[in-house]
């Protein structure tokens, strides 16, 4: 019995973990053109799973920053130059604003699933 | 004697030969005379045809009209002596040819008075971009104590006193009536059709031979190449509508920071249109250069510290003296073909 009950805990701690480890993506938003590109296309929205990872690649031959004032998030990831990358996990489910303070037209929505 | 003479002439032709390789290798040259636009140049750099208009606000004449009388009557401000027109001057490229702005009881403000000249392209009105379109800009000035200091209220009783503004209204907004609104809207109409004409650099990217001089030709390769001013000054307007703090260390003013608390935009200023900029003096937010040539010098060593927050794009350039040069005359090759602006008579009360 004993045993029977430590065997279903570490089933249920292995399948979690697993699970976890399953849906935590890293996903690579590049800066380009002042705009926000993914998979080669521009994006205004994206949508990730709570404990996600976003990287933030700087693609444009000059200086960008990432920030987020959003009343879920708030990060400030200063300026960087072209090839670097900044991370974010983004754990709380909500949607928050992240835009470049250098271009602001430059502006996309997460949605945090 | 004929030995002495195929001496003379191969060493000529030597130092020439020389004298074509140092050519062939001096950055110069690399802007000569019969260089032309690049394909990148012609698509980057092109003017669009069209002027961008929000759905709700479609230029018509009467609309720009309106505007346009709106824009040049001193009566929009409190003292009636100060209109649009005082301080964005078409004689002065749409500016006032002051350091900073001067405003009501010749109260001298903080910052430049920034031209109109395409603010239809801006995407961020104000230095510190405090609104995004032209119709959220237009009535700040006239409210504001240090501008034009005029109640909005009382504006809108002063204009429909005025039989001929009650026409023109119903003209350009049918069934809208004089409003916050409306004067908002007629006054964007106006700015929106204030675009820049024809350049020398716009026939140069044409391929119009000649259109450009090889100074300013060469100085377009040091913007783009070694100056790297097209970092922020980019594409057709020069814009790349961003904000920057490009190391004007004498004030206190924190630009975009007072806007947007992020700490790179701490004295973090609006990047302006570089068309007619010739034609602007003094530049900068703040007014601190008086000719172009100040702030070539000022890019060139790099900037001054501010707030320790100068734009990492901000470096020492090391240019010549002739490259400076050559930089400034490209800059004078921005000014557009001249504009003949007409001034409207005012409707006046019965």
Redesign the interface.
Known sequence: MKTATIYNILLVITTTVLALGAEAAEITVLQQDKSFVKDGEQIEVLTVKAGDTINFQNDDPFFHNVFCLSDLETFDLGSYPKGESKPVKFDKPGVVEVECAIHPQMYMEVTVE | MIEKLEFRAAKTLAVASSLFLVALLSPSFVAAKDMGPTAEDVEKYRRPMEIPQPKNNRMTPERIELGKVLFFDPRLSGSNFISCATCHNPALGWSDGQPTAVGHGMEVLGRSTPTILNTAYQ??QFWD?RARTLEKQALGPIEAEGEMFQALDDLIDELKAIPGYEDMFEHAYPGEGVSKKTIAKAISSFERSVVATESPFDRWLKGVKGAMNDSAIRGFQVFKGKANCV??HDGFNFS?????NIGLPDNKDQG?FSI?P????KG?FKTPTLRDVALTAPYMHNGQFNTLMEVVEHYNRGGDKNMGNL???MKKLGLSKKEKKDLVEFLHALIGDPQEVTVPTLPVKK
């Open positions: 995407r961020f971009g970092a922020c790349d509508n961003g904000f920057h975009r947007k992020i700490k790179v935009l973090a734009d990492p794009n």
